[in-house]
């Protein structure tokens, strides 16, 4: 059932070039498929009665470019198929020219909040999200395999800014991270394979390996517990 919204870039939103970087872009992506899920009946605070919520596997984004301050664009999003444990949602930025300058596409696996066990999603909710008629073809990776040699970046704990309702750190953190850690603006295509959630108190440990493609960033915690990989390619010139 695609999903609409428009707004507006607001300054709040843009780093010093005044563009919306790619955290941001992952927060306009999650705002719609909250709000979509809000107006479905099946937001935040129905999950939370049900103690079930969604976590996020992997995104596969495509930037043409980035939006820019004070632009209108138009927010999309498309629940395309569920199916046992998961949900696939497709993502889109549309300009005021009617241009796709970012589109997304993501996998996501629907939890138990107590047991942290996936749950199969009811019949239900799937009715709600995803057309009858519906049978696209699944076509995003989720698994990320860099390479073996990595360099050090950056280490830090987790503290209670970085949480959300589902009591761990907000996916899009790991973006903001990995931009934070970049040399230089290289954001064309991103890939983001979720492994494990961090928690607060956590010690994340931030490694990454450069390639002729771009960067891959490698996020663990103190255990040694694989938490996330980010592959950012470069920009195609």
């Excluded at 939370?48 to 984004?61: K, N």
């Excluded at 927010?75 to 395309?80: A, F, H, I």
């Excluded at 934070?180 to 010690?203: P, S, T, W």
Aim: with cysteine.
């Amino acid at each position: 059932m695609r999903y609409s919204m428009n707004i507006k870039v607001r300054y709040s939103e843009c780093g010093g070039d005044k563009k919306v970087p790619l955290h941001q872009i992952l927060n306009y992506f999650q705002d719609a498929a909250t709000f979509q899920s809000e107006e479905l009946g099946y937001g935040v605070s129905y999950n939370m009665e049900q103690h079930r919520g969604w976590f996020l596997l992997a995104y596969d984004i495509s930037i043409v470019r980035k939006p820019e301050m004070f632009e209108d664009l138009t927010l999309l999003t498309d629940p395309y198929k569920m199916k046992g444990y998961y949900g696939y949602r497709r993502f889109g930025i549309i300009d005021a020219a009617g241009d796709t300058i970012v589109t997304g596409d993501s996998i996501w696996i629907l939890m138990d909040t107590d047991s942290l066990l996936p749950v199969k999603v009811p019949e239900d909710m799937s009715r709600a999200y995803v057309e009858e008629s519906s049978n696209e073809k699944v076509v995003i990776k989720r698994k990320i395999r860099p390479g073996k040699e990595w360099e050090p970046a950056d280490e830090f704990d987790i503290s209670q800014v970085y949480l959300d309702t589902n009591h761990h750190v907000n996916n899009n953190y790991y973006a903001l991270w990995a931009e934070n850690l970049l040399d230089k603006e290289q954001a064309g295509r991103v890939r983001i394979d979720y492994r494990k959630a961090a928690i607060l108190g956590d010690h994340v440990i931030i490694d990454r390996q450069e390639l002729e493609s771009g960067t891959v960033f490698r996020f663990e915690n103190q255990n040694g517990d694989l938490l996330a990989y980010i592959s950012i390619a470069k920009k195609e010139s």
